[in-house]
């Protein structure tokens, strides 16, 4: 098993970079659709290149593992980011390498850690969410959401649950976009929420926790209390304690 | 008893099975409204069928019980579920049996159940709200949900609380139909905060729990301390235990 | 103090069926406007006669009292009650007596009580949210919230946070009513949530409660064990035992 | 660091009255946009003024300090809330100084405590978005938003996050500042939710402490018990505990 986890240590650095490459490419003819040919004909050698980076890597880590068949089974998902781009906004999901940067935030502590998920995840959606978007409504007659500043500003609204309805998605694909990051809205609502209750009932109960201390010392006070009766009990009779070693 | 419990264990799948061929006759010539007469008066008996056989269902099991009266008292919902079908698009409240497959996925602990009864329960919803939204509305001159795929879009964003407001019901029906999403969206919201706030408070209390048992090895050092007074006792004077007997 | 207690008790059910008047009689304008002009003269005066009754109820409890400084001071939102009514719409907060009925329902325990005030309150807040938005916005000519029909579509969608934007309000009270039903919204997402949240964890917790009970078992395990030492004594030295009072 | 200390206990109030008289200047010409030429240009004079008191203290405090590395270090947020106002609009974060007031209102739990601020920022937070937002949409020939009353409405809509549509930026600072009141929004929801949650979830373990307190109660009662054997062995040998100081 140490060849695919060698792999994926040297790998990792290079998909992450990847990812991030593929994110800048693919955010170019979008953000600024008026650049030269010459840009976007290398911002889709780009997202070619690092969506083959992507397919090396899924076929090495079973190639390179002993337990291919449990391999296949639980990387289903990392099948579906590498097929999944087949559909151009939503190659995006792709992205999710990024998050795993912020293992190296050296936060510690679960709360920590799904704080720093939570924002991580949320900036990455709201960025995605305005690329996939923008790049899904572009050129439909009854689109209402023109740039990606649209889209930014759409994805805001929808990621919240607010919705005004000033900017909202016409097309089929865009919908798709949509009920993605309505889904994660309601994820994201829940993770905050989540996570204020648990630090909430965490602090109130330290009260409740000073009670369960002072069991704690009550424990403490009997076995100094039995350890004085063996005390007395040794004194009294020490004659008695010597004699059995004499006989 | 055992007779309503054998019924029940026996009409339990055909029950399933004609929830489902409800639903999909129900949503047939709402999907495809263009689709020939013929399948149209196909799927009308389909529908017909499917609830005769809920009906016979309600009526059976009172009929072999042995405790009527309580049956009819603790059945109310299904009976609420056989007669409400008066009403076209509320008769999808009848695929409630539908989660009852939800049963057998062996997922056990109680925020598994949770988990898959939400997720099960939000997919049934919206696809049950598309359909319910997309028959009450079709027809009337103001409407703007014009076909299912307006009507998922819709359901999506009123269960998700976004609203945008590029869609949404006109006709009483369709109000109503609304009306219950919105419920279930705010109970959606309350689920998925819910448990990741249980998860949350269990996983962080988990450091607590150690505490706790550390206060069980308290009571385990107390217990070997008390065990070594009663041997040290017994070896100082063994003369004196041996002489109650011999006496 | 008792005969402010008299009062209360002999006058509760007076002011709940008082409150129940009122509420009918400042419906039945709003709900059919072309009602005659003598429904609208009896209304206008059951409501006239409700509110008097609430001001002698308000008048009388400091009156029977002997502390009538304390009773000012502790039930200011009486008279916020009292007074407020002078704004049409908020009127309708003198309702929240009705709240009071949900004390019979027989329902124990904290989490049933709060389910039961939340449903309770949530029934009320969307039938008064939409009189009070229709009273305040019928008859502005950009109004688009015209009857009690549109005016329930509306509460509904706002206190859910859905928020389409096919009716809104555009007057200044109507505003302030929608501000009032939007905090009782979030209110109420907080309260669903917040229940749910508290049932999982109690449940959930309901494993780590055995483990606590194990602790106590081995308490008693000890008890047992200094039982079993005290009677070992005992029996040990029946002839020292017996000596000091024969000395 | 002490010198640092006496300075921020003299300077707290007049910051707070500082903070006071900017919030009340800036909101002068927003609010009433035809005042005359002076009134202005005072509300101008006096938002410099206040803005150079809170620059004073930024540069005083360090300047007190010995270690003046870590002051830098740990004051980032203060130099942001004196460097933004370079957006005219979100100046208005200066006035996060505002809720030290609610230091003082003598509430004392940790529940209380984030009620009490919760209330106190989401008053802040309204009142400043209805500002930042007029004061940004004002002018834009396609904006919705007209007065102080429009920007009042908006921010309930926003921060709630009902989002009817009928009002909403077109700019992009007043669309910045919508986001901010977005994620204020779902920071509130997450506060009220979290709040109740932590309150029932106290509540209802109450049982639970009554059963650790039995727990107790046990310990207590094997301490007497291990306090009679004592006394018991003390009765039954008083001969042999007097020994040992006579020899």
Redesign the interface.
Known sequence: MDRVEEWERRSERALTAAAFVFLVAYAVPIVWPRTGGTVAVVCGALVAVTWAAFCVDYVARPALSRDRRSFARTHLFDLAVILLPMLRPLRLLQLITLLNVLNRTGVYG??GR?VTYATGGTVLLILCGALAITDAERGHPDAVIGGF?DGL?WA???L???????T?PVT?TG?IV??LL??A?????????????????????DV??A??A???S??????T??????A??A???PD??AG?PLG
């Open positions: 679960l709360r799904v500043g500003w805001m609204a929808t919240t649950t607010v919705g005004y309805g000033d909202y089929v919908r949509a009920s309505m889904i809205g309601i994820a994201l609502l829940g993770v905050v929420t989540a996570t204020l209750a648990s630090w909430l009932v965490d602090r109130v109960s409740s926790e009670e369960q002072a069991t704690r009550q424990v403490d006070a009997l076995a209390e039995i350890r004085e009766l063996r007395e009990l004194v009294r009779s008695e304690r059995p």
